[in-house]
């Protein structure tokens, strides 16, 4: 009987183990990078022992069927630690991995093989290009779905012990808990969503996106309105099929450039089936450290040699500034047409600005992060060409809150922790510290002081100035906000100087007309010192106004004169890129002779011996001014328009003056014309080139202020815009033709050099050609006597050849210096400048 039940209990023992091998066991979870959250695509989860694994999606998610005996899986990526993690032994279960980065990177691994078959495969992207790229076809549109995050990063000790960070410390212990095990805890900024539809055509090529909805949250955002035109996907754009890719206001060289032998080491690493493709996976070096280019993973597919996804990363040692880490990862869909299309591209940059400095590198950090989904995707239907006028739209219903609008639209859920950030960042906003620091940080980038009531103050780089004419120059001004109105915008100064004891002022009004299209009226008055040379009536274009003003008004005035202004003005934006000013303005002149500074005057009848001096004067004139740049991006900001600069297209500004005697007290009649055109040119490897080009010519015969004086520079600043060995009113013209030209060499020369790689000194040089010309009646205009009989220069003209200098130079020194030699090589007898200058500038660039 005993040897029965012992036979019977064997019996069950077997029976229960083969029903629990025969059962099965559900694991999902993610896979993502512990330093800042985000997933990690085809990354491997596999049973510890085995090959018996899975890979994961785009969104860094996975989903496995195990036996009910397996008891641990491990994932694992190129560029990451291995990590291992229990597997519970009953049940479906969520298990999540946090992976770290690892130390070593892909240039350290060593690759040997008679022939690399990598070649082939690049070659053959490279040759499909133009039947992949999605700018083959003759036009697309999409649904976009763009989500933006900011966050600090790296939570030292000793900024968790800041007065201002305990006042949060709520939000810190919420963070350390949505952090993890193994996550490292980021202090949330900003988050954002959008969606819209974007349009392309190919000839012409145009591009919309029309924003239809944003939800914005972030520490210092009161309105969005600024924000929601530059968070939709018009400005996550990145196709890896052009040779070239702007990032960061930097150019990247893609892998699959066409002449990507110069640049990168290629291996076939892999192959899988992603979604239905056969992909080889070849991974990508630089081969040099200092490039702008990637490291890191691409999947092509083995039928069309096309992109399916890519995975890549900028090396630490490259030379671009402030940033840690860049991470670009993109999955592609083939069209109906066979180009393919993005439809998930996920951005990552790590910045440490202080780091840069020589501050410690653990210091905190700004983390951003954006993520990009397309879908509904329609190509070659292209839209008529007005279609595209209004490069980028607002809905009306843009910031207006609607919960189900998001349920219902939105491409991928918001994860908990996303969820758990707009609320912490709402929490935040209302802690009186934090308002305060943000309102500082707002007030120096826009160089205005937000007085409530509807009114900033400034800019306050203009309150204070001191020269020889006014001594210590005092000045208050401002501008009405939005929140006053929405069509009304009254802007002015006051100013007054201790020496001169005299009180200027301005006072404008303007009313915005339209907004699509861009349409504004105004009046403005002014009485002001000015110096002749360094006025704004012939700068072409956005030239950092503000601050040459805030440099001219400490300087020691030469040449100063009283201008009295009163003028209309008309901006339209007439059509896509082509916008039109109209300015009629009666300006009244006159000369300051304190203590004999400007004893100036002119004859008031050249052809008369016996002329009379006149020093006094005033004019009338009208004023068109046309401006097109095709692929210029404007955004409005409250109750000004901004423009964000050209993507390929020059600027191109003609000017037309129309000075009239007679009316309304103008005592010359004359013709101005002037044009200007400025281009950027991005050379690759080589750098980048700005050009700009400009020529006018005045017929009839004017008073000195009315030429065009060259700005000349005798401070220790460089200034991009003058003639840095010239005098100030060193020369004037009436008729000139001058070429600007500064080419940056980025890393191309100075990465050869070890010591000046590790410093990411960067190369840059200069030319300056002027070649002009005063016409005799102009000359016969001018007197040699002043106006006390005392001797009065006569007015300097160029001669038959032109004025030319060169420089060359270091930018970048601790990231924000620039030196400049200039050599002046024409015009070096009886000159007011230098033969050679040394210059300095501060400038911020990745």
């Given at each position: 009987m005993?040897?029965?039940?012992?036979?019977?209990a064997?019996?069950?023992?077997i029976l229960?183990?083969a029903?629990i091998?025969?059962?099965?066991?559900?694991?999902?979870?993610?896979?993502t990078?512990?330093?800042?959250?985000?997933?990690i695509?085809?990354?491997?989860?596999?049973v510890k022992?085995?090959?018996?694994?899975?890979t994961?999606d785009?969104?860094?998610?996975?989903q496995?069927?195990?036996?009910?005996?397996t008891?641990s899986l491990?994932?694992?990526?190129?560029?990451?630690?291995?990590?291992?993690k229990?597997?519970?032994?009953f049940?479906d279960?969520?298990?999540?991995?946090?992976?770290?980065?690892?130390?070593q990177?892909l240039?350290?691994?060593?690759f040997?093989?008679?022939e690399?078959p990598?070649?082939?495969?690049?070659r053959?992207a490279?040759?499909?290009?133009?039947?992949?790229n999605?700018l083959?076809?003759?036009?697309y549109e999409?649904e976009?779905?763009?989500?933006?995050?900011?966050d600090?990063?790296?939570?030292?000790?000793?900024?968790r012990d800041?007065?201002?960070?305990k006042?949060v410390?709520q939000?810190?212990?919420?963070v350390?808990?949505?952090?993890?095990e193994?996550?490292q805890?980021?202090?949330?900024l900003?988050?954002?969503e959008?969606?819209?539809d974007?349009y392309y055509?190919?000839?012409?090529e145009?591009?919309?996106?029309f924003?239809?909805k944003?939800?914005?949250?972030?520490?210092?955002?009161?309105?969005?309105?600024?924000?929601?035109?530059?968070?939709?996907?018009?400005?996550q754009?990145?196709?890896?099929y052009?040779?070239?890719?702007?990032?960061?206001?930097?150019?990247f060289v893609?892998?699959?450039?066409?002449?990507?032998q110069?640049y990168?080491?290629v291996?076939?690493?892999?192959s899988?089936?992603?979604?239905?493709?056969?992909?080889y996976?070849?991974?990508v070096?630089?081969?040099r450290e200092g490039d702008?280019a990637f490291?890191g993973?691409i999947?092509?597919?083995?039928?069309?040699?096309a992109?399916?996804?890519?995975?890549?990363?900028?090396?630490?040692?490259?030379?671009?500034?402030?940033?840690?880490?860049l991470?670009i990862?993109?999955?592609?869909?083939?069209?109906?047409?066979?180009?393919?299309?993005?439809?998930?591209?996920r951005?990552?940059?790590?910045?440490h600005?202080?780091?840069e400095?020589?501050?410690k590198?653990?210091?905190?950090?700004?983390?951003?992060k954006f993520f990009?989904s397309?879908?509904?995707?329609?190509v070659?239907?292209?839209?008529?060409v007005?279609?595209?006028?209004?490069?980028l739209e607002?809905?009306?219903?843009v910031?207006i809150p609607?919960?189900?609008?998001w349920e219902?639209?939105r491409?991928v859920?918001?994860?908990?922790?996303?969820?758990?950030?707009?609320?912490?960042i709402?929490?935040m906003?209302?802690?009186?510290?934090?308002?305060r620091?943000?309102?500082?940080?707002?007030?120096l980038?826009?160089?205005?002081?937000?007085?409530g009531?509807k009114?900033e103050?400034g800019?306050?780089p203009?309150?204070?100035?001191?020269?020889?004419?006014?001594?210590?120059?005092?000045?208050?001004?401002?501008r009405t906000?939005?929140d006053?109105?929405n069509?009304?915008?009254?802007n002015?100064?006051l100013?007054?100087?201790?020496?001169?004891?005299?009180?200027?002022?301005g006072?404008?009004?303007d009313?915005?007309l339209?907004?699509?299209?861009?349409?504004?009226?105004?009046?403005?008055?002014?009485?002001?010192i000015?110096?002749i040379?360094l006025?704004?009536?012939?700068?072409?274009?956005?030239?950092?106004?503000?601050?040459?003003?805030?440099?001219?008004?400490?300087?020691?005035y030469?040449?100063?004169?009283?201008?009295?202004?009163?003028?209309?003005?008309?901006?339209?934006?007439?059509?896509?890129?082509?916008?039109?000013?109209?300015?009629?303005?009666?300006?009244?002149?006159?000369?300051i002779n304190?203590?004999?500074?400007?004893?100036?005057?002119?004859?008031?009848?050249?052809?008369s011996?016996?002329?009379?001096?006149q020093?006094?004067f005033?004019?009338?004139?009208?004023?068109?001014?046309?401006?097109f740049?095709?692929?210029?991006r404007?955004?409005q900001?409250?109750?000004?328009?901004?423009s964000l600069?050209t993507i390929?297209?020059p600027?191109?500004?003609?000017r037309?003056?129309?000075?009239?005697?007679g009316f309304?007290?103008g005592?010359?009649?004359?013709?101005?014309?002037?044009?200007?055109?400025?281009?950027?040119?991005?050379?690759?490897?080589?750098?980048?080139?700005?050009?700009s080009?400009?020529?006018?010519?005045i017929?009839?015969?004017?008073?000195l202020?009315?030429?065009?004086?060259?700005?000349?520079?005798e401070?220790?600043?460089?200034?991009?815009?003058?003639?840095?060995?010239?005098?100030?009113?060193?020369y004037?013209s009436?008729t000139?033709a001058?070429?600007n030209y500064?080419?940056?060499f980025?890393?191309?020369l100075?990465?050869?050099?070890?010591?000046f790689?590790?410093?990411?000194?960067?190369t840059v040089?200069t030319?300056?050609?002027?070649?002009?010309?005063?016409?005799?009646?102009n000359?016969?205009?001018?007197?040699?006597?002043g106006?006390?009989?005392?001797?009065?220069?006569?007015?300097r003209a160029l001669?038959n050849?032109?004025?030319?200098?060169?420089?060359?130079?270091?930018?970048n020194?601790?990231?924000i210096?620039?030196i400049?030699?200039?050599?002046?090589?024409t015009y070096?007898e009886d000159?007011?400048?230098?033969?050679?200058a040394?210059?300095?500038?501060?400038?911020?660039?990745?």
């Amino acid at each position: 009987m005993s040897n029965l039940r012992t036979l019977l209990a064997a019996l069950l023992v077997i029976l229960s183990t083969a029903t629990i091998c025969g059962q099965k066991k559900t694991v999902s979870g993610k896979v993502t990078d512990a330093s800042t959250g985000d997933p990690i695509p085809l990354a491997n989860v596999i049973v510890k022992g085995t090959d018996i694994g899975t890979t994961t999606d785009f969104t860094g998610a996975y989903q496995i069927t195990l036996p009910l005996s397996t008891d641990s899986l491990i994932a694992s990526y190129i560029g990451y630690l291995t990590k291992a993690k229990p597997v519970a032994g009953f049940g479906d279960q969520v298990l999540n991995f946090q992976l770290i980065e690892s130390v070593q990177d892909l240039d350290e691994v060593v690759f040997v093989a008679e022939e690399n078959p990598a070649f082939s495969i690049l070659r053959n992207a490279v040759d499909n290009k133009p039947k992949n790229n999605k700018l083959s076809l003759s036009a697309y549109e999409y649904e976009s779905y763009t989500k933006i995050e900011i966050d600090l990063d790296n939570l030292t000790d000793k900024f968790r012990d800041r007065k201002i960070i305990k006042r949060v410390k709520q939000v810190i212990d919420s963070v350390d808990q949505m952090a993890g095990e193994d996550g490292q805890a980021i202090l949330p900024l900003f988050i954002s969503e959008s969606i819209s539809d974007f349009y392309y055509r190919s000839s012409p090529e145009l591009k919309k996106e029309f924003i239809r909805k944003t939800k914005i949250s972030g520490i210092g955002i009161e309105d969005g309105t600024l924000v929601s035109q530059v968070i939709g996907s018009t400005f996550q754009e990145y196709n890896f099929y052009q040779n070239w890719l702007n990032i960061w206001n930097k150019e990247f060289v893609s892998p699959v450039a066409d002449g990507w032998q110069g640049y990168y080491d290629v291996y076939l690493m892999d192959s899988l089936d992603i979604d239905g493709h056969f992909c080889y996976r070849l991974d990508v070096i630089p081969k040099r450290e200092g490039d702008l280019a990637f490291n890191g993973s691409i999947w092509i597919t083995k039928a069309e040699y096309a992109i399916k996804q890519l995975d890549l990363s900028i090396n630490k040692v490259a030379n671009l500034n402030f940033i840690e880490k860049l991470k670009i990862q993109q999955e592609l869909e083939p069209t109906a047409k066979g180009p393919w299309i993005p439809v998930k591209t996920r951005v990552l940059t790590d910045f440490h600005l202080l780091g840069e400095f020589g501050f410690k590198k653990e210091m905190t950090g700004i983390l951003a992060k954006f993520f990009t989904s397309n879908k509904k995707i329609t190509v070659n239907q292209p839209h008529p060409v007005k279609f595209y006028d209004q490069k980028l739209e607002l809905s009306e219903e843009v910031r207006i809150p609607d919960d189900e609008f998001w349920e219902q639209r939105r491409h991928v859920a918001l994860s908990p922790t996303e969820k758990n950030v707009m609320i912490m960042i709402d929490t935040m906003k209302q802690i009186p510290p934090v308002k305060r620091a943000t309102d500082l940080v707002t007030y120096l980038g826009s160089g205005y002081i937000d007085l409530g009531r509807k009114f900033e103050a400034g800019p306050y780089p203009l309150f204070y100035a001191n020269n020889n004419i006014e001594g210590s120059r005092i000045r208050f001004g401002g501008r009405t906000t939005i929140d006053f109105s929405n069509k009304w915008i009254l802007n002015g100064y006051l100013a007054y100087g201790t020496r001169d004891e005299t009180l200027k002022y301005g006072a404008g009004i303007d009313y915005i007309l339209s907004r699509k299209p861009w349409t504004v009226v105004g009046v403005y008055s002014s009485r002001d010192i000015q110096q002749i040379g360094l006025t704004f009536d012939d700068v072409f274009g956005d030239l950092r106004l503000i601050a040459f003003e805030t440099f001219y008004r400490n300087l020691d005035y030469r040449t100063p004169y009283s201008l009295e202004e009163n003028r209309i003005h008309f901006k339209k934006e007439l059509h896509r890129g082509l916008n039109q000013k109209v300015i009629l303005r009666n300006r009244t002149y006159k000369p300051i002779n304190l203590d004999s500074t400007f004893n100036y005057a002119f004859q008031v009848d050249p052809s008369s011996i016996e002329s009379e001096l006149q020093q006094d004067f005033q004019t009338t004139e009208i004023m068109l001014e046309t401006r097109f740049s095709g692929d210029e991006r404007w955004i409005q900001n409250d109750n000004q328009r901004v423009s964000l600069g050209t993507i390929n297209s020059p600027i191109l500004t003609f000017r037309y003056t129309l000075g009239m005697k007679g009316f309304l007290g103008g005592d010359f009649t004359y013709h101005k014309v002037a044009f200007n055109a400025v281009k950027s040119l991005k050379m690759g490897f080589l750098g980048v080139s700005d050009l700009s080009l400009t020529g006018s010519k005045i017929f009839g015969a004017v008073p000195l202020p009315l030429l065009s004086s060259h700005i000349g520079n005798e401070s220790p600043y460089y200034i991009a815009i003058a003639y840095n060995t010239m005098g100030f009113s060193e020369y004037v013209s009436d008729t000139y033709a001058s070429l600007n030209y500064q080419h940056h060499f980025e890393g191309f020369l100075l990465n050869r050099i070890p010591i000046f790689k590790k410093l990411k000194w960067r190369t840059v040089a200069t030319m300056n050609v002027l070649k002009g010309s005063v016409s005799d009646e102009n000359l016969a205009l001018h007197s040699d006597v002043g106006i006390n009989g005392e001797s009065n220069s006569p007015i300097r003209a160029l001669g038959n050849e032109p004025y030319v200098e060169v420089g060359y130079g270091i930018e970048n020194i601790f990231r924000i210096l620039r030196i400049d030699a200039i050599h002046r090589l024409t015009y070096l007898e009886d000159l007011q400048g230098d033969k050679f200058a040394l210059k300095f500038s501060l400038q911020f660039s990745f």
